[in-house]
């Protein structure tokens, strides 16, 4: 790792003036990311402008059928949250499946969102469930801000501070996790929600998180494991890599959606 | 309750290794110690045309900057391959030279190129960073059949066309005439997988050159340090023999990764002369993948012929093994005596007949990893047979008995004399314990929950032990592998055991231990082992192959036996009796049959105040031994692994893994189990999940565990291992070796399952769920169009 200066931030207010007053900052919340990425001396910022201390930035609320997460919340906690666990029990089940207990303890779901991973689990719960990204500066609905692989709608100094969305109808992930790292290979998650059926997939694209509006049309026809069956996965937008090629892949985006739809029932 | 052999005595070590308190070469730190960065190849081959140092040179911190023209300039000796493997034409084998930094041309990504010595690690690296290397990049090759292609950039001018030998066992012809006369043949290409070997420990070393005593330290991650130090004064000329002390402490691990001397210790060593500082170099994860040296990674084509009554008549096999950019310390031996001595199996077969090409290639270095060429063998010959079996459709159980030895010894036709064994009693262990005869009701069950269930079976055999110094020596060794200990006994009776084997995880210090306890009936903790130093220790081969127990433990006994004679020949003058009469059981030297009894220690005492020894005895009380085996040892086994396959993901469940071996003597079974247990952990990572892959440009996309599949808990079943033991008459205990067995038998028993369950036999290694799910696919494919 090379050199570098922390900073602990009080407030999203503090952050964002460290950040200004800042060479080349990161702003860092679990950092189970960028720090193992600092330690490979692959990333080098100037400064690091912790957001763990915003208290602004943490807590569940559930507001009736409103869900809202803060930035700063663990996958640990999303995980354990009994509120959760009534309310859309889908999420807390795919909170338990990211990394390890480490990496979960540490994670944040503002830092996997803001980081978007092709590989990361929350960007395709947050499409499927038609999520709202909060930020600093404005809100910004999931489909707008995931804009490619590792690739989001912030600014420089845009920093989330929770997510929202409404309960669920019916909702389940489904992931087919890569033997070596455990990253999805390919995860999809599916929901039913107030506005229509959504379908998020992540792992297995060339351009990252995406809606696959096919199955959710099939679904909206008829909400059973069958109905992906005729659905095409076009193996052309898809990964291939050492762990498996894209037309594998396209095979278990459909098995993990039709998975998902078996869980959520 | 008795800590002799047989017991399961629980590991002394582990209360250190389980507290985080071993000791281990990073933990040693020295006054003024700096820290060695290295600068290394990003290319898979190139031509270095110039290095400038000055920018590095001038970082705060920085003690030195050196490069491969400064190192031979010093006299620092090429890295060698200490076993000669002659061609079958005569010729020697094709060796290209191997400086610890690259002077002219780099041959695989990470090759090391020049050394930064610095006040801190993190300087160390930045300097690195800062040494600015001109490449002329050339083109290169990673695949071991590609590289013998016409036309292929030469990785070395020794080595024409990139063959390092072309190498043969057995009879060419006869076993060509006996295949051309079968009634059935079965042919195969097989691939065995480059693998990584992944000790939890990276390499390190801590080198000191102390300039008043002329006299150099190194703490080293070593395997063998006596033959490290031989090898680096003798060949490399770092330093006299005798005025370096190579010390290998706690290891976390080797797997063979560790027997090897690498270009980095050589550096640190010569880097501390050059700095007059302590010199510390620690592996990191990247840098493990990119040079500890890599296992198997063979290509390889064979025929088995069958008589009408399903009798192997001939076996002929062609390997391509893949060295890769340099010819490291064993790799010569791993793919050749190590490996087509065992195509046998535990076959009688008249006719065997092996030809291996070894070659360069632009990659990491291949040398032994646990098993070393045995796993290759057993993989070939097991997945042979299976395959065999499917095409003349008997039972994959009964063509092997059809062909199993059954009387020793057993001359093969491929160098070995096996002495003992019982192959039958293992595969009925294993068929009950398994309920092989029950499979087809579960395969109907587990095909009612969408599930392809799958039964395979493997009998492996090696050769440990390694082995009879004159017959290495014969087949081109460049060292004995016997080897050495001393027992001694203290004034007070307390025992210390110095050995020349090597624990890295093995649990010596518990198991030699026992050694005692069963001989004069003293407690474990009476007992010291020390190991792992050459001022401590005199000489010791290490511990690989399998040879600790039979070979190591052997030498024990040896000194044991002298330690005895003298004990008893005190304690007879002392007691006035006759020395035949003297026994010595439970800390105590008895007359037999009388109440006339001293205690150990009181007969120990004796020995070092040497009042009143018999006339004309030294004083003392302490003997050493030299070992050297007169054959190797065969340890077998039957391996049965029932697997069920998803077959929309084409991910594997192991679902039963049965082991029964044959170790010869167990002296601790709760270590041996764990041997087992980890070895098949190993044998099934290689067999699922891991592999080491290069892409077009000759970079190692598996330099991280983002991309190496290790294998984790939860991709293992439980075991259920049992043991059908034939004593080994080749050594005083019995023992065979068990170190090994679960890599090397478990790989084919997993393989032979899943092609089983997914009714393709077209399968490679490691069998991962893409590739699962393709054969699969493929077999679908297939039966439609039919």
Redesign the interface.
Known sequence: ???TNYHRASSVEDAVSKMGSSDDAKFVSGGQTLIPTMK??LAAPSDLIDLRHVDSMKGITVDGNQITIGAGVTHAEVHSSKELGAACPSIAALAGHIGDPHVRNMGTIGGSIANNDPAADYPAAMIALNATIITNKREIAADGFFTGMFETALGEDEIITAVSFITPVKAAYSK?PN???RYAMAGVFVAQTGEGVRVGVTGAGADGVHRHTEMEAALTANWTPEAIANCNVDANELLSD????N??RA??VK?MAKRAVEMAG | MSEGIGARVLRKEDKRFITGDGKYTDDVTNHGQCYAAFVRSPHAHANIKSIDKSAAEAIVGVEGVFDGHQLTGDGIGNIICGWAVNSKDGSPMNMGAWSALATNTVRYAGDAVAVVIADSPANAKTAAEAVVVDYEVLSSVTDAGKSLEAGVEQIHPEAPNNLIFDWEIGEQAATEEAIAGAAHVTEMKVINNRVSPNPMEPRSAVATFDASEDHYTLYTTSQNPHVARLVLSAFYQVAPEHKLRVIAPDVGGGFGAKIYIYPEEIVCLWASMKTKRSVKWTSDRTEAFLTDAHGRDHITTAKMGFDKNNKIVGFQVDTIANLGAYMSLFSSATPTYLYATLLSGQYNIANVHGNVRAVYTNTTPVDAYRGAGRPEAAFLVERMLTTAAGELGVDPAELRRANFITEFPHQTPVIMAYDSGDFNANMDAAMKASDYAGFEARRSEAASRGKMRGIGISCYIEACGIAPSAAVGSLGAGVGLWESAEVRVNPVGTVEILTGSHSHGQGHETTFAQLINDRFGLPADNVQVVHGDTDKVQFGMGTYGSRSGAVGMSAIVKALDKVEAKAKKIAAHLLEADEGDIVIENGEVKVAGTDKTLGWHEVCLGAYTAHNLPEGMEPGLKEGAFYDPANFTFPAGCYICEVEVDPETGTTDIVQFVASDDFGTIINPMIVEGQVHGGIAQGVGQALLEQAVYDDNGQLLTGSYMDYTMPRADDLPSYTVSHETTVCPGNPLGIKGCGEAGAIGSPPAVINAITDAIGNNDLSMPATPSKVWAAIQATQSKQAAE
């Not at chain 1, 050492?242 to 090629?245: K, M, R």
């Open positions: 790792m090379y050199n490979q001396r087919f033997p070596a790292s050492l762990h498996g090629d037309n594998y095979n278990l098995v």
